[in-house]
C-alpha cells in the first residue's frame, strides 16, 4: 500500500527562523500533496495543496509567503515556515495522492510537531 | 460547500462496552469517506474507508462503519471496548479531483475524544 513518510517528527525553533519539513512518497510518484494544520485539541484544517511542477493553491487565509511550499519532484514536497513565531507553533501533516491504485490522498504522514521559542 | 459533523465531543464508555461514534455529511455527489484514529502527539491511522459498493464496511482493530446515504451518515461502531482504544477519531469527507490521477483533499469533522473506563 501507499506509504508516505515524513521527516523530522518534531522540531524545535527560535522566533524568526525558518524551519523545513519534508513529505515523501515512498512506493508510488505522488502528483498531488496536500499539507494540513492540527492545533491542540482541534481538527485538522487543509493549507495548501500542492502539484508537482507547479504552485501550489492555499486555502483563504494561509500566507504563502509564510508557508512556502516546493513540489519539485513527483516524491517529495517540502513546507518551510519562514520567520517562524510562536503562534506557528503546531502539528503540521501531510497527505499524498496520484499513481496507480487508490492512492487519492488519505495516506498521512506521521506529522511534525513544531514549536517555536 | 462539503461538510462534515461529529456530534459528540467527548464519549466515554465502559471496556468491553459497545461503541458508536456518530458522523454526518453534507456533499452534493457521492463522497469517499474516512474514519481516523489519533493518539496523543501522534500522527493519524486509517481505520477504515468508504468509496463504493457494500455500505457496511470492515475496518482494523474490529471496527466497522455502514454508510446510509438517506442519512447522510456513516457512523463509526466496534461492539467490545478496549482500554487501548482510547483516543481521538476524526471522520473525513473527501472528493476526486477533476484529475482523477491527482488525488484529494479531506475535510475533516472536529473530532470526538473517546475516554475508556475500566
Known amino acids: 500500500g501507499a506509504v508516505v513518510s515524513q521527516h523530522p517528527s518534531w522540531v524545535i525553533c527560535k522566533s524568526g527562523t525558518s524551519v523545513k519539513i519534508e513529505c515523501r512518497s515512498l512506493?508510488?510518484?505522488?502528483?498531488?500533496m496536500f499539507w494540513y494544520r492540527q492545533f491542540p485539541k482541534q481538527s485538522l484544517m487543509l493549507m495548501a495543496t500542492s502539484n508537482e511542477g507547479s504552485k501550489a493553491t492555499y486555502e483563504q487565509g494561509v500566507e504563502k509567503d509564510k508557508f512556502l511550499i516546493n513540489h519539485a519532484s513527483l516524491t517529495l514536497s517540502t513546507l518551510t515556515v519562514t520567520s517562524a513565531h510562536p503562534e506557528d507553533s503546531s502539528f503540521y501533516i501531510c497527505?499524498?495522492?496520484?499513481?496507480?491504485?487508490?492512492?487519492?490522498?488519505?495516506?498521512f504522514g506521521s506529522g511534525t510537531r513544531l514549536t517555536v521559542v | 460547500a462539503q461538510s462534515v459533523t461529529q456530534p459528540d465531543i467527548h464519549i466515554t464508555v465502559s471496556e468491553g462496552a459497545s461503541l458508536e461514534l456518530r458522523c454526518n455529511y453534507s456533499?452534493?455527489?457521492?463522497?469517499?469517506l474516512f474514519w481516523y484514529v489519533q493518539s496523543p502527539g501522534q500522527g493519524l491511522q486509517l481505520l477504515l474507508k468508504y468509496f463504493s459498493g457494500d455500505t457496511l464496511v470492515q475496518g482494523i482493530k474490529g471496527f466497522e462503519a455502514e454508510f446510509k446515504r438517506s442519512q447522510s451518515s456513516f457512523n463509526l461502531r466496534k461492539p467490545s471496548v478496549h482500554w487501548s482504544d482510547a483516543a481521538e477519531y476524526f471522520c473525513a469527507v473527501g472528493a476526486r479531483g477533476i484529475n482523477s490521477n491527482s488525488g484529494y483533499a479531506l475535510n475533516f469533522g472536529k473530532g470526538t475524544s473517546l475516554l475508556v473506563t475500566p
Open positions: 497527505s499524498a495522492g496520484g499513481g496507480r491504485g487508490d492512492n487519492y490522498g488519505y495516506t
Open positions: 456533499y452534493g455527489a457521492t463522497p469517499y
Open positions: 512506493d508510488f510518484q505522488a502528483t498531488t
